[in-house]
């Protein structure tokens, strides 16, 4: 095992699709010899070269485009997406093309796609470029989505997505690039809908979502001084949904948090929620609490915005909220 | 007109045209007669654009269309009976009935799929005409689209981004003088869209798209061109549509005499005209219409007599079913 950052992480799948098979290539904005805004990139070029590694104009819509006629006749794009908010700009790409086009051909073609992106606020981005837009794509039947919260995963579940013949979206976490983790030399994938247990507990089950992970279990640090055991489950990828996991927690706990950076509106907590309310209605001791930003567009100034954004106190208030809820 | 195109050439522009006439004012009765659900566009007038263009590619081209697609379909070599059958919605179509019309594809004809999102073809052709290109084949790739689309954004990022590329990618934008209802001069202040490739440093063509000769012979010099490395073109075919933006359409937007005047310039009588001047005997050509009737006849017969789709298989084809990845 070696112990690198969450960058270093992403960058060692990029390498390592892009020696695997010549027809993986990276399109997008200043990844070449600037190395993309996160450094990610970083040393590509000089490796594979301009051919495989491209610059693209600041044309999101011609980056999706250009990736999702490439993956329909053969290459096996990476496409980045800077960050996350500029989906908004391109999303035709995504939602009209990308995840409709094998079944609007009857099966006849696949679409071997994987687009990076970078998610989340703490830096003071401000309103534009901090933003969390899971929920966005979840609610599109066609995509594959993934969420990793730490550096084993990055890794493994974006060499998964290259070698995976549909389109699928990482959400890299801009505050975790610099986090360290172990992953193994050698090389390894992680599948998708397999849901992580980081760690066990009895009391409480906290389902957390990329950066929230690490909020949980400094809240379960906390709690754990107080006596209470939590679980803390990561998704890891939300299309597919390892729910089984999830659920066989609940029965175990009876209490659930479900916590994530998005605003809690419309975000995918309410769909975690409401597959457990439906499925372990019978298990539950206490309403199913949620964890995410208050309803707001993410502000710049960092008071404000650690006013607006959760943390590990967030999830240490739920589960409080959780187990003091007398039925 | 004189033509110097070689015999099968002219023959097959006349071929290609009859049968998009054909198939296009048989579904227009089928749909009246509630055989076609959904919406219908057709390309009934335009038929010398795709006729043209597709004539100058190989069947390994790529090309991609728009939501009045099924001229480019048939341009590319699609079968009438397969065609049919998806516009009916049966399992034997094109797309086993899952997309219609307005999403007819058929990825071995390198027909990328008609789209019914304006502009959004411009865009994905590069993808293709990348895979082109970094897999060191000559192959071209062709995005259809309209005088609406070149409004989009999508439009302008595929030009640019075909031009830093030097991408094989070729842009024929059939200028029907109406985005919908909206005639031309309402939409954008050029008259000849063509004028947009200056801006991407581009050649740009502005061609009469009722002369399939014409269309033809800028189509064979764009291809050339992307071909020998010499990147993307911006064709613009000025053509009109006979029929409404949608069938069911009550176009008050333009006047009776207008779509006369256009009917009189129609590009099949016209082709068939020159080719009788050229000495091509009206027997020949009488036997191709011939042909297509009978073609165009089985058909509808096949689209009546093929299955519905099995509801079970609704939601089929979403993913590709992932085997081990690892």
């Given at each position: 095992?070696?112990?690198?950052?969450?960058?270093?992480?992403?960058?060692?799948?990029?390498?390592?699709?892009?020696?695997?098979?010549?027809?993986?290539?990276?399109?997008?904005?200043?990844?070449?010899?600037?190395?993309?805004?996160?450094?990610?990139?970083?040393?590509?070029?000089?490796?594979?070269?301009?051919?495989?590694?491209?610059?693209?104009?600041?044309?999101?819509?011609?980056?999706?485009?250009?990736?999702?006629?490439?993956?329909?006749?053969?290459?096996?794009?990476?496409?980045?997406?800077?960050?996350?908010?500029?989906?908004?700009?391109?999303?035709?790409?995504?939602?009209?093309?990308?995840?409709?086009?094998?079944?609007m051909f009857g099966g006849k073609i696949s679409l071997p796609l994987t687009i990076r992106t970078a998610m989340g606020g703490r830096r003071s981005a401000a309103a534009q470029h901090s933003q969390c837009l899971e929920a966005w794509f979840l609610h599109i039947p066609g995509l594959?989505?993934?969420?990793?919260s730490n550096a084993y995963d990055a890794k493994g579940l974006l060499k998964t997505a290259v070698r995976d013949p549909n389109p699928t979206i990482i959400f890299e976490n801009k505050m975790l690039y610099n986090t360290k983790g172990e992953v193994p030399e050698e090389p390894y994938?992680?599948?998708?809908?397999?849901?992580?247990?980081?760690?066990?507990?009895?009391?409480?089950?906290?389902?957390?979502?990329?950066?929230?992970?690490?909020?949980?279990?400094?809240?379960?640090?906390?709690?754990?001084?107080?006596?209470?055991?939590?679980?803390?489950?990561?998704?890891?990828?939300?299309?597919?949904?390892?729910?089984?996991?999830?659920?066989?927690?609940?029965?175990?706990?009876?209490?659930?948090?479900?916590?994530?950076?998005?605003?809690?509106?419309?975000?995918?907590?309410?769909?975690?929620?409401?597959?457990?309310?439906?499925?372990?209605?019978?298990?539950?001791?206490?309403?199913?609490?949620?964890?995410?930003?208050?309803?707001?567009?993410?502000?710049?100034?960092?008071?404000?915005?650690?006013?607006?954004?959760?943390?590990?106190?967030?999830?240490?208030?739920?589960?409080?909220?959780?187990?003091?809820?007398?039925? | 007109?004189?033509?110097?195109?070689?015999?099968?050439?002219?023959?097959?522009?006349?071929?290609?045209?009859?049968?998009?006439?054909?198939?296009?004012?048989?579904?227009?009765?089928?749909?009246?007669?509630?055989?076609?659900?959904?919406?219908?566009?057709?390309?009934?007038?335009?038929?010398?654009?795709?006729?043209?263009?597709?004539?100058?590619?190989?069947?390994?081209?790529?090309?991609?269309?728009?939501?009045?697609?099924?001229?480019?379909?048939?341009?590319?070599?699609?079968?009438?009976?397969?065609?049919?059958?998806?516009?009916?919605?049966?399992?034997?179509?094109?797309?086993?009935?899952?997309?219609?019309?307005?999403?007819?594809?058929?990825?071995?004809?390198?027909?990328?799929?008609?789209?019914?999102?304006?502009?959004?073809?411009?865009?994905?052709?590069?993808?293709?005409?990348?895979?082109?290109?970094?897999?060191?084949?000559?192959?071209?790739?062709?995005?259809?689209?309209?005088?609406?689309?070149?409004?989009?954004?999508?439009?302008?990022?595929?030009?640019?981004?075909?031009?830093?590329?030097?991408?094989?990618?070729?842009?024929?934008?059939?200028?029907?003088?109406?985005?919908?209802?909206?005639?031309?001069?309402?939409?954008?202040?050029?008259?000849?869209?063509?004028?947009?490739?200056?801006?991407?440093?581009?050649?740009?063509?502005?061609?009469?798209?009722?002369?399939?000769?014409?269309?033809?012979?800028?189509?064979?010099?764009?291809?050339?061109?992307?071909?020998?490395?010499?990147?993307?073109?911006?064709?613009?075919?000025?053509?009109?549509?006979?029929?409404?933006?949608?069938?069911?359409?009550?176009?008050?937007?333009?006047?009776?005499?207008?779509?006369?005047?256009?009917?009189?310039?129609?590009?099949?009588?016209?082709?068939?005209?020159?080719?009788?001047?050229?000495?091509?005997?009206?027997?020949?050509?009488?036997?191709?219409?011939?042909?297509?009737r009978q073609e165009l006849e089985q058909a509808v017969a096949f689209a009546e007599e093929s299955p519905l789709p099995d509801p079970a298989d609704a939601r089929a084809d979403i993913f590709t079913p992932t085997s081990e990845v690892c």
């Amino acid at each position: 095992m070696a112990l690198i950052t969450y960058r270093e992480a992403v960058r060692q799948a990029l390498r390592e699709e892009l020696q695997n098979d010549e027809r993986v290539i990276m399109i997008g904005e200043d990844i070449a010899e600037f190395g993309g805004t996160f450094k990610v990139s970083l040393g590509l070029l000089e490796e594979f070269g301009p051919r495989r590694i491209r610059n693209t104009p600041i044309s999101e819509t011609a980056i999706l485009g250009a990736a999702v006629g490439a993956a329909a006749t053969g290459l096996r794009p990476i496409a980045e997406i800077m960050y996350s908010d500029f989906f908004a700009v391109a999303m035709d790409q995504v939602v009209n093309q990308a995840a409709k086009m094998r079944y609007m051909f009857g099966g006849k073609i696949s679409l071997p796609l994987t687009i990076r992106t970078a998610m989340g606020g703490r830096r003071s981005a401000a309103a534009q470029h901090s933003q969390c837009l899971e929920a966005w794509f979840l609610h599109i039947p066609g995509l594959k989505i993934a969420l990793p919260s730490n550096a084993y995963d990055a890794k493994g579940l974006l060499k998964t997505a290259v070698r995976d013949p549909n389109p699928t979206i990482i959400f890299e976490n801009k505050m975790l690039y610099n986090t360290k983790g172990e992953v193994p030399e050698e090389p390894y994938f992680v599948p998708w809908g397999q849901a992580n247990i980081v760690r066990e507990g009895k009391d409480v089950t906290i389902v957390a979502l990329s950066d929230m992970v690490d909020f949980s279990l400094k809240a379960a640090d906390k709690l754990a001084e107080e006596g209470i055991s939590v679980e803390v489950i990561d998704p890891r990828t939300l299309a597919p949904l390892d729910i089984e996991t999830i659920l066989a927690s609940v029965k175990k706990t009876g209490r659930v948090v479900i916590a994530h950076e998005a605003c809690v509106t419309g975000g995918v907590g309410a769909e975690i929620a409401a597959r457990i309310g439906y499925h372990a209605l019978d298990y539950l001791m206490a309403p199913i609490e949620r964890v995410g930003a208050k309803d707001s567009p993410i502000p710049f100034a960092p008071i404000l915005e650690r006013q607006i954004l959760p943390d590990d106190q967030s999830v240490v208030d739920a589960v409080h909220r959780t187990l003091d809820y007398a039925a | 007109m004189a033509t110097d195109l070689a015999r099968d050439t002219a023959l097959q522009l006349y071929t290609t045209m009859r049968r998009i006439r054909s198939f296009e004012l048989a579904v227009v009765e089928l749909f009246a007669r509630g055989k076609i659900p959904g919406f219908l566009h057709t390309y009934v007038g335009e038929e010398a654009v795709a006729a043209g263009v597709c004539t100058a590619l190989r069947p390994d081209d790529y090309i991609i269309s728009t939501h009045r697609g099924h001229g480019h379909l048939i341009a590319k070599g699609g079968r009438l009976d397969l065609m049919m059958a998806e516009l009916f919605g049966r399992s034997t179509g094109y797309c086993k009935g899952k997309g219609g019309s307005m999403h007819i594809a058929e990825p071995d004809l390198g027909m990328l799929g008609a789209n019914a999102i304006v502009g959004a073809g411009t865009v994905i052709i590069n993808g293709a005409a990348l895979t082109a290109q970094y897999l060191g084949t000559d192959r071209v790739a062709v995005a259809f689209f309209g005088d609406g689309a070149s409004n989009t954004g999508a439009f302008h990022e595929a030009l640019n981004l075909a031009s830093v590329w030097n991408l094989p990618s070729i842009f024929v934008c059939e200028n029907n003088g109406y985005a919908e209802s909206t005639p031309q001069h309402q939409h954008q202040k050029i008259a000849n869209i063509a004028q947009r490739a200056a801006g991407y440093d581009i050649p740009g063509v502005t061609v009469d798209g009722n002369d399939v000769a014409a269309v033809y012979r800028a189509a064979v010099e764009a291809v050339a061109r992307a071909r020998a490395g010499g990147g993307p073109t911006l064709l613009e075919a000025r053509t009109y549509r006979w029929r409404g933006h949608y069938e069911g359409d009550p176009q008050m937007y333009r006047p009776r005499e207008e779509i006369e005047a256009w009917e009189k310039k129609c590009p099949i009588e016209r082709w068939r005209t020159t080719l009788l001047a050229q000495g091509v005997p009206s027997a020949v050509l009488d036997d191709i219409d011939e042909h297509i009737r009978q073609e165009l006849e089985q058909a509808v017969a096949f689209a009546e007599e093929s299955p519905l789709p099995d509801p079970a298989d609704a939601r089929a084809d979403i993913f590709t079913p992932t085997s081990e990845v690892c």
